[in-house]
């Protein structure tokens, strides 16, 4: 079982920036993470892909946060982060890690953190 742990929301005005971690833990076991990702979920809204980033390094954008948002991860510490510049607030969510454990070939099992706050006021 993998634990996804996030850490880095919180109240920023308009125009700031925040950094979100994930890191991902499994008590006594070794993993091999595949993708990892974040996701948002808007008051009143279903929860949407922000960015992806493979396990080699390859990601990809939200229309909506390209250019703002950059995602990279640490594979020596099984954690993913999520740079957000000039945030808006309309990114206002609750934003969750999310994360492939690859145990065996073509075989997955998905991973979802417990979500973290971001509250861009205006």
């Known amino acids: 079982q993998v634990q996804l742990v996030e850490s880095g929301g919180g109240l920023v005005q308009a125009g700031g920036s925040l950094r979100l971690s994930c890191a991902a833990s499994a008590s006594g076991s070794v993993f091999r993470l595949g993708n990892m990702g974040w996701y948002r979920q808007a008051p009143g809204k279903q929860r949407e892909l922000v960015a992806i980033i493979t396990s080699g390094g390859n990601n990809s954008y939200a229309d909506s946060v390209k250019g703002r948002f950059t995602i990279s991860r640490d594979n020596a510490k099984n954690t993913v982060y999520l740079q957000m510049n000039s945030l808006k607030p309309e990114d206002t969510g609750v934003y969750y890690c999310?994360?492939?454990?690859?145990?065996?070939?073509?075989?997955?099992?998905?991973?979802w953190g417990q979500g973290t706050h971001v509250t861009v006021s205006s």
């Open positions: 999310n994360a492939d454990q690859e145990v065996g070939p073509m075989n997955r099992i998905n991973y």
